[in-house]
């Protein structure tokens, strides 16, 4: 990859780790210790960003929303916590590419990365995105479509199973019949097809 990705990240020991795996897969890196160095930075050379989500200072969401209402482009990955979802879910509709969640395997980050540096070459049309991910969505039965509202809107198996007043092992299996139904390879994929459609 002879692109370059602008990693974000307050805490210097992940900065460390990120560049070393960075470098070691061949990704041309610049490291930013907060959301405000790097608004400080602009304008940045073209490429992708990767942020943690909480930082202190600005945050990763408003720092891709800074970005997005000073017209600065640059395809987004944010790193969550496990208990970050619901904010993931605002990422997504920020217009994130990608979310990835901490701890996460170093081909998790590198596809990830990979995918943003694919969209960043070949921009799909809004239009082309949204009737791909509609056509996938038409799959799903009624009650796959509210178990996926559920998994849009961040909330936990218990609580789609306890709202749609079925067991939290139901909504599991739901939630497995949405992935192999969309082609989904994880919660942020999943996000991103029914975001597309307009759910």
Do not use: W
């Amino acid at each position: 990859m002879a692109d370059l990705l602008h990693v974000i990240d307050d805490d210097a020991g992940m900065r460390d780790a990120l560049a070393f795996l960075l470098d070691v897969n061949g990704v041309d890196a610049r490291f930013y210790e907060s959301g405000d160095a790097f608004l400080a930075a602009l304008p940045v050379e073209a490429g992708c960003l990767l942020t943690d989500i909480r930082m202190p200072g600005i945050t990763g969401l408003e720092l891709v929303r800074e970005l997005k209402n000073r017209g600065v482009d640059l395809p987004a990955i944010v790193m969550t916590g496990h208990g970050d979802i619901p904010l993931a879910v605002e990422a997504m509709k920020a217009g994130v590419v990608d979310f990835i969640e901490k701890p996460f395997s170093d081909d998790v980050l590198i596809a990830a990365i990979g995918s943003a540096f694919e969209r960043l070459k070949n921009e799909v049309e809004p239009d082309a995105a949204r009737l791909a991910a509609g056509e996938r969505l038409a799959q799903l039965s009624p009650r796959e479509r509210d178990v996926l509202a559920g998994v849009v809107e961040g909330k936990l198996n218990k609580v789609i199973a306890y709202e749609l007043e079925i067991s939290p092992r139901t909504v599991e299996i739901y939630r497995a019949n949405l992935m192999s139904k969309t082609g989904a390879r994880n919660v942020a994929e999943l996000m991103r097809i029914a975001l597309a459609a307009g759910l």
